[in-house]
Every structure is written in C-alpha cells, then in structure tokens.
C-alpha cells in the first residue's frame, strides 16, 4: 500500500498556514499506515531466502573428503584451513596465498581473536601487550558498523570518530589523531562501507598506509566484508592496502578480513583474515592454542561448489541479480517522496547491503518510533555511531535485502511519510 500525495515543494517555503496543512496531510497518511497492521523489517542486512537458495547444493557436497593435495579433511590439522580454498580468495582479495588464512564461519569472531591477541600478547611489531600500556583507543569512521563499535566497547577500548568523506575517512583527521600515542588502531570497511556504500580510494589507501603513527603497532582492521557485492556491472575494486602498507615500511599495520557469510549460508559459510606473512604466523600461533584446525570438510565443499574465482564471480551475479531492484525500489521512493521537500539525503550505493538515510538533525530516533508504531522495525537511530549516540540524531541504516521486493517497496512508503512527518513536526516547532 501507497498513500499518493500531491506534488510536493520544500518544507522551508511553505508559510506556516501551509506548513500547518502538510502536518495533518503527513498525519492523516501516517495514521491509514498503522490502521493497516503491517509487520515489515529493514533492521539488519541479512541475505533473503531467494539468496540462499542459490547455494542449496552445498547441501550435498562436498563429493569424496580429499583435498587436491591428498589431505583426508575430516581429520585433524591444517590449521591456515584448506590450501585450495585460500589460493581461490586469495586470488578474489588481491593477496598472495601465503598471506591468508580460512577459519570458520565468522569473520567477527577473528576480529575479535585479533584484538584480544593484541590486547594478551601484542603484535608483530609490538613492545608488548597492549593491555599493559594504559588508555587505548580506536578511530572509527562515522557511520560505520555497530559490531565493530560494540566490539571495542565490550574489551574497553576508547572510540574516536572521524567523518567518512565520498572516498573513504577523513585522512586529515586520521593524521591528526595518530599523533597520539594511545590511538592504536582504527576500523574501515574499505569496499561499498556499512552503511554508507563508500569506496575507500586508492589514495586515501595509501595515505593510512604511510602515515606516521605515535603508536608503532599502529593497526588499520580492514573489515573488506562487501569486496564482491557488486550492485552493477562495474565491480568496483578494493584498494591493496597489504602492498601499499609493504612498500611505504609499516607492512604488519593492516590485517585483512572477509567472508563468504552473505555469498553462501551466513550461518556455515568460510571466513578469512589476511596480512603479512609474519601477521599469519603470528596470529595462526595464537590460534594453535586453541583450535586444532577449522571445518575443512566445509572449506572443501565451497571449493568443489565454486571451481574458481569466475565461479564465484558468477555466483555473485545471481545474488545482484535478486538484490538491486531492491535498492533501485528503495531510491526510487526516496526520491519520489522526498526530494523536492529538502528533508533528507541518502546514499546510492554501487554494492554493499545498505542505504545510509540522513534526516533533518534531531529527528532520526522520532522517524524509527513512528515506524515502528506503524509496523515497520528499522535499526536503531544512532546504531552507525559508537555507542549508539549520533550527536546530530541525523542517520537512519536502511537494510533492503531481506525481504521480497514488495515488502521492501510497502516499508519505503512508510519510511517516507515517517521522514515527513517528523520533519514537519521538527519545523513546525521551531
């Protein structure tokens, strides 16, 4: 259901005998929503059933339990996970093979070994731990991701934030920050950001991979968790940030991660962390303690169900195919509904999972309770920012994959008319 109003002129122009007028307009149209009993959900970025389905056959795979060197995988061993398997993403991420691992499912939970690893032991490149050295903090990028930030909250590490500009952090930031000797790291989602869709370029790449640091262990976690959810036929290519760390002197500063979560099953799929060879070892000796190997039966079946990298290629074609009238229906009734008005901006991502919707400062956590009141669960305001805190209560995280196209399309029109609604209220207080 759609509610179609008259065209539409911004806020600002409006007299107030007007603006009076499109409040009541905008509650009126609100209000048939919540009479309509709709139960929709753009929460969080999750494959639709659609998507899934495309990897059914690893269901009955893998075919024999050897890998092409002779290994029995349902044993012991193999701690760096399956040679074949790394060898294909080491190829997809740009890395050589010797510089990444294959554990399970989550690429989260090696974030988090990382950091813990970081915090017991210290890194490569490290005087000692980093729990012994005081106060630590992290940069963030803002909006970022809120598992990242929940992350660091739950270890007790301070979060700083700089701005993502249209080519990735704000570097001057960045540099001015790092001249603190307590700021040990930073997180980025380099390729198509959670949830701005940014790109980091190759320059700004660059520059954080150069920069002089106060902290010598410096870090950049480099969350490339969207490198190949492509949105269009051009795919867009992640900057490589473990030869420009190497050749500008500071090659153990990045660690790579990625996974196969939103490529085949989120709940069984392969994830992957990649940096300098010493940083593999390092981080594979850590892990020796507590694992004796990863599912390798499963790394097997993903090899066996892909081929090779084209084959992933063409398995990422399908889900683009089923993904992007999404967030075609979701620009479209953005623009449809609020351009003209000059109450909210949004991003149009060329891949990723998300839609990073601004609204009129102040109103952001007023247009999820409308929403929800009318049936329609977005993420929480402020979820892009550490702590949940927007300063500015500006940024909404749309998530339209999950549901069906017109699922997507009937929770947009309620979004809409809440943006509206709320702005209207905001201006009209004023």
């Known amino acids: 259901m759609r509610i179609l109003e008259e065209p539409s002129v911004a806020l600002s122009d409006l007299s107030s005998e007007e603006l009076s007028a499109f409040v009541e307009e905008q509650r009126a149209a609100y209000e048939q929503y919540v009479a309509a009993g709709l139960s929709l959900d753009l929460t969080r970025g999750k494959p639709s059933a659609e998507q899934l389905d495309l990897s059914e056959r690893l269901l009955s795979l893998p075919e024999g339990h050897t890998s092409a060197d002779g290994t029995d995988v349902r044993n012991y061993g193999g701690l760096a996970g399956l040679p074949e398997l790394r060898a294909l993403f080491a190829e997809l991420l740009g890395v050589e093979p010797g510089q990444i691992i294959a554990g399970g499912n989550s690429s989260l939970t090696l974030m988090s070994d990382t950091l813990v690893h970081l915090l017991l032991h210290g890194g490569v490149d490290s005087e000692g731990p980093w729990a012994g050295q005081g106060t630590m903090r992290f940069i963030c990028p803002v909006p970022g991701y809120d598992r990242h930030f929940a992350l660091l909250e739950s270890l007790g590490i301070e979060m700083v934030t700089v701005p993502m500009n249209a080519d990735g952090p704000d570097v001057a930031a960045v540099k001015e920050l790092v001249k603190d000797p307590s700021v040990k790291g930073m997180w980025l989602v380099p390729t198509y950001g959670n949830p701005s869709g940014i790109t980091c370029s190759q320059e700004v790449a660059a520059e954080l991979a150069g920069m002089e640091t106060a902290a010598p262990d410096f870090k950049i976690l480099w969350d490339n968790a969207y490198a190949l959810h492509h949105l269009t036929d051009t795919e867009v290519k992640s900057a490589d940030i473990l030869s420009l760390a190497s050749a500008s002197g500071h090659p153990h500063r990045p660690v790579v991660f990625a996974s196969t979560s939103k490529i085949t099953f989120a709940g069984a799929g392969v994830a992957f962390l990649a940096g300098s060879t010493e940083t593999v070892k390092w981080f594979t000796g850590h892990l020796g303690k507590s694992s004796i190997g990863p599912d390798k039966v499963?790394?097997?079946?993903?090899?066996?169900?892909?081929?090779?990298?084209?084959?992933?290629?063409?398995?990422?074609?399908?889900?683009?195919?089923?993904?992007?009238?999404?967030?075609?229906?979701?620009?479209?009734?953005?623009?449809?509904?609020?351009?003209?008005?000059?109450?909210?901006?949004?991003?149009?991502?060329?891949?990723?999972?998300?839609?990073?919707?601004?609204?009129?400062?102040g109103t952001a956590a007023r247009v999820v309770e409308l929403a929800k009141a009318a049936g329609v669960a977005l993420t929480p305001a402020g979820a892009s920012f550490p702590h949940g805190k927007d300063p500015q209560d500006t940024n909404i995280r749309l998530a339209p994959t999950l549901p069906p196209l017109s699922e997507v399309r009937d929770a947009m029109a309620v979004v809409t008319t809440c943006v509206l609604l709320a702005a209207a209220e905001r201006v009209t207080a004023s």
Do not use: C
């Open 298 to 361: 499963n790394h097997l079946r993903h090899m066996q169900f892909f081929g090779d990298a084209n084959g992933v290629r063409a398995h990422m074609a399908k889900h683009r195919a089923i993904i992007k009238p999404k967030f075609d229906a979701v620009d479209e009734i953005l623009t449809d509904d609020l351009a003209a008005h000059e109450v909210a901006t949004w991003t149009r991502p060329e891949g990723g999972y998300f839609v990073s919707l601004d609204v009129l400062p």
